[in-house]
């Protein structure tokens, strides 16, 4: 077997973890059932105004968060961690595809949170309520699994990293 040797330039990060959350697997496709549910109820209520509000909303806010978050993270100048999008149920969205600071996430969170909100309001003035109303549905399924992991994150120490599994969410300190 051949000696591994490795490079001058060669870099280790020693990260420490300081906590661990699984989510259970049967939690994904049941938070999944609850935006196909609501989706339902606008389609139920309001037929096929609600049906196009509701796949407007499925494509739009996505959307919306990914122009968001990129616009936020270029005029902020934070360049050195990847973002990516993501399709999994709890954890969707525009996230850091690695570790990444967490206040920082928290940050980008927080401008996802309110202008996401704002233009949601400012589509209330100017189209049926029906499609601000199902797009707030959508904009709130993605951004409150987020802000559950606030309260248990940010009791650890400070300055720690974050990373998004499949199943899982991990804080890391350097």
């Not at 591994?4 to 990260?15: A, G, N, W």
């Not at 494509?59 to 270029?74: E, F, M, T």
């Not at 980008?108 to 049926?128: R, T």
């Not at 993605?142 to 650890?156: D, E, K, M, S, T």
Request: glycine share 10%; net charge positive.
């Amino acid at each position: 077997m051949p000696e591994l040797t490795l490079s001058k330039e060669s870099t280790y990060y020693q990260y420490t973890l300081l906590r661990k959350l699984h989510v259970p697997r049967f939690f994904g496709p049941l938070y999944g059932m609850v935006l196909t549910g609501l989706c339902a109820l606008v389609v139920a209520r309001f037929e096929r105004e609600g049906l196009y509000a509701a796949g407007g909303a499925l494509l739009g806010v996505p959307l919306l968060h990914v122009l968001i978050a990129r616009l936020y993270r270029r005029l902020s100048k934070r360049t050195p961690d990847v973002w990516g999008f993501r399709f999994r149920f709890l954890w969707g969205g525009y996230l850091p595809v690695s570790y990444c600071p967490y206040r920082r996430c928290l940050r980008v969170l927080n401008q996802l949170s309110f202008l996401g909100g704002a233009l949601l309001a400012l589509l209330y003035v100017w189209a049926p309520p029906v499609y601000a109303a199902s797009g707030l549905l959508v904009h709130l399924w993605i951004i409150l699994p987020h802000y559950a992991l606030a309260p248990i994150f940010l009791r650890l120490k400070p300055g720690g990293l974050i990373r998004y599994g499949s199943h899982e969410v991990s804080y890391y300190m350097p």
